[in-house]
Each structure stands twice: as structure tokens, then as C-alpha cells.
């Protein structure tokens, strides 16, 4: 068994650890020791007395001699290394009973019990002779009262264990709290990730059904204009959900012209047809011309009159043929947007050309927006 030193307090003073001598060279400070079994509950009181050797030189004088036990001479006042220094005497005492461990603490500060213990054994001597009992039967109640001590010090280490596996228990129930709430963060996440894929997927079925109607516009149109596509007429393709249909000028119109002939007109009637049922669309027709100048008997300033009266023209006589004329527009992009170099005759009919394109209908013209925001 070994001692441990569990607090220091003082009779006289209320708050030692942070007491000051008013003479740090002379001063004496009874400290009282609370000290116990190592592991154990329980404590008994030892006193102590600091004290410098300037307050030994005022009490005394240089005469005579002075006890020491119970007393501890410093020769400054600090309680924190005071403390680790009587902790780690007091430590040193073991034995195998605590009046054992308490007898040698004892050597250091005065034991409180010391004094008890001792009118307690005189006290049982005289009653034992003056009541006539027999040394063999002082003895055997001395055995009685050590076998009482050893449950004692039993029960009190199995409380000692009892209370460490309630420690270990408590760590090991905070852990599984610990753990049992990052499994909910988990599962918390996992079910956000679920709700995500299923919007993920929602989405991409939307997304699928809108390709799958624009292919089935594409089929519906390319149908329509088969006669056309195959006489080379009209050309026809889809990218990113943009449909275009791009017709030769030399089908609709005549050179410098922005009059339709009739293999244009009837081109454009199957256009009409394969258009004028259409919801929720915009059809932006565009005007290309090839670099040659449009001179001066054209009637045309340059190729940006040429090619954005044509895609005029192309509008109105769709609208004329039941196209909504909400869903028409006309823009002329001149020479400057070629498909190929104008360095050839054949070039330069590939870049004189009318585009008719097929959008989806999300975006807000320019006018309106300008409208609402003076509206407001």
C-alpha cells in the first residue's frame, strides 16, 4: 500500500496557494495535509509547519536546540514546489497496512490519528488487566480487529476496481454515442446523396424525352421534305437541339433577286406545312450571301440589304403560307459567315444560301425585355 498526497489546506489561512508572506525571510505557515491510501477513498490530517530559518533565528535565537518533526524549513515561499516536494515524499511511504503508510507519512508532519491510536492500545492494555482478560484473548481480538482491517482495505480495492470499470464502461458508452451519431450524419447523407440521383434522374428523363420529341420532329420534317432532300434541293440537320434547314439560293431566288420562283415557292410550301403546326418554337430564318458586290443596278446597297431581304421574304411568305408569325424572325448575315473559302463558282454557290433554324422557344426577345423594364 502507498500513500498519495489528495490536497493541502491551512487552518489559518483561507486560500494558501495564493498567499504571500508579508516577510518573505521570516515567516512560519501551517499547512494541514490531506493524505490517503493510493487508489482509495478516504483521508486523514497531518500538520505541517513551513517555516525559514530567519523566523527559527527570531522565535529562538541562537541558543538551544529545535525538534524538527513536524516542521519544514524553506528558504522561500512557494507553494507549488513546496507541494511537488511533499508529494513526492509522502509517495515514497508504502507498507503493508495503512497505520503502517501512516507512520512513516508521519515522519514527515504530524499525524492527527498518531496520538488516538496509541491512548487506544494503552486504553485496551489497562482494561484488559483490570478486567481480568487473558493475553491469549487480547491477542485474538487484536487478530479480530486486523482481520476487519484487511476486509476493509479488500472491500475498499474492489470499490477502487469497481469504480475503474465504471470509468472504462462510461469511455466505452461515449464512444458508441460518438459512433451511433456519425452513422446518423451518415445515413443523413447518404439518403441527401438518394434524393440528388433521383433529382438526377428526373432530370435526365426530362432531358430524354425532350431528344426523343426533337428526333421525332427531325423524322416527322425530314418526311415531309423527302422529295426535296433527295433532289438536293433542301439540306437538313440537328445539333444540340438546334434544327436547321438550309436551302440553295438558286432554288428560291433568282440572281441579285429577293423574288421567289416557283421551284422556291413549292420548296417553302413543304416547309410551311412541316412548321405551321409547331408549338412553343422559335424559326429564325438567315440570309447568306458570297463576297461578289451586289453593283449598282442590283437596287441593293451591299450583300447586307441583299441577304437580309431575302430572309424577309422567306418570313412573309411563310407567315402567308399559316407559320405563326410569333415564332418568325429574320436576320441577314451578308458574306462574312461562308461554309467554305469564296475561291471557286461552286464555293461561292454553297455560301449563297438561305438557313431556316428551329429553337426552342425560352428566350425573351430584346423588345419585351425592354418593355417590362420600363413598366416597371
Excluded at 482509495?40 to 535565537?61: A, D, I, K, Q, S
Excluded at 507512520?103 to 499525524?111: L, S, T
Aim: a positive charge.
Amino acid at each position: 500500500m502507498r500513500a498519495r498526497l489528495k490536497n493541502i489546506t491551512s487552518d489559518d489561512i483561507p486560500d494558501v496557494a495564493s498567499y504571500l508572506p508579508p516577510d518573505p525571510s521570516a515567516f512560519a505557515i501551517p499547512l494541514v495535509l490531506e493524505v490517503g491510501p493510493l487508489g482509495l477513498r478516504g483521508r486523514e490530517r497531518f500538520e505541517l509547519l513551513v517555516v525559514t530559518p530567519g523566523w527559527l533565528l527570531e522565535r529562538h535565537g541562537r541558543k538551544g536546540a529545535v525538534a524538527g518533526r513536524g516542521k519544514l524549513i524553506v528558504f522561500e515561499w512557494s507553494f507549488e514546489r513546496i507541494k511537488a516536494f511533499l508529494a513526492r515524499k509522502i509517495e515514497a511511504c508504502n507498507g503493508p497496512t495503512w497505520p503502517d503508510v501512516a507512520r512513516k507519512v508521519g515522519r514527515i508532519a504530524e499525524w492527527e490519528g498518531e496520538g488516538d491510536n496509541v491512548m487506544l492500545a494503552v486504553l485496551l492494555v489497562t482494561l484488559a488487566a483490570g478486567c481480568g482478560v487473558s493475553k491469549e484473548e487480547f491477542a485474538a481480538k487484536e487478530r479480530d480487529a486486523q482481520q476487519s482491517l484487511k476486509k476493509y482495505q479488500d472491500e475498499s480495492g474492489k470499490t477502487a476496481a469497481l469504480e475503474k470499470k465504471v470509468a472504462t464502461l462510461t469511455d466505452q458508452l461515449a464512444a458508441a454515442q460518438q459512433q451511433a451519431a456519425a452513422s446518423r450524419e451518415q445515413l443523413a447523407q447518404g439518403q441527401q446523396q438518394i434524393e440528388q440521383l433521383k433529382l438526377a434522374a428526373a432530370q435526365l428523363e426530362q432531358e430524354k424525352g425532350a431528344l426523343q420529341a426533337k428526333s421525332a420532329q427531325y423524322e416527322q420534317l425530314t418526311s415531309s421534305l423527302q422529295s426535296q432532300i433527295a433532289t438536293g434541293q433542301i439540306e437538313i440537320s440537328e445539333l444540340r437541339g438546334k434544327m436547321t434547314v438550309k436551302l440553295k439560293d438558286k432554288v428560291l431566288f433568282a440572281s441579285g433577286s429577293t423574288a421567289l420562283g416557283k421551284e422556291g415557292k413549292a420548296a417553302l410550301d413543304a416547309v410551311a406545312d412541316a412548321f405551321k403546326d409547331l408549338k412553343g418554337k422559335n424559326v429564325v430564318v438567315g440570309g447568306y450571301t458570297d463576297d461578289v458586290p451586289t453593283g449598282t443596278r442590283s437596287g441593293f446597297k451591299d450583300n447586307w440589304d441583299l441577304s437580309a431581304a431575302r430572309a424577309v421574304t422567306v418570313v412573309r411568305y411563310l407567315q402567308s403560307k399559316g407559320v405563326s408569325p410569333g415564332m418568325l424572325g429574320a436576320m441577314g448575315y451578308s458574306e462574312y459567315r461562308p461554309l467554305a473559302p469564296n475561291e471557286s463558282p461552286q464555293a461561292r454557290s454553297q455560301n449563297r444560301r438561305i438557313e431556316i433554324s428551329l429553337t426552342a422557344a425560352d428566350a425573351t426577345p430584346v423588345v419585351e425585355a425592354l418593355k417590362a423594364e420600363g413598366a416597371k
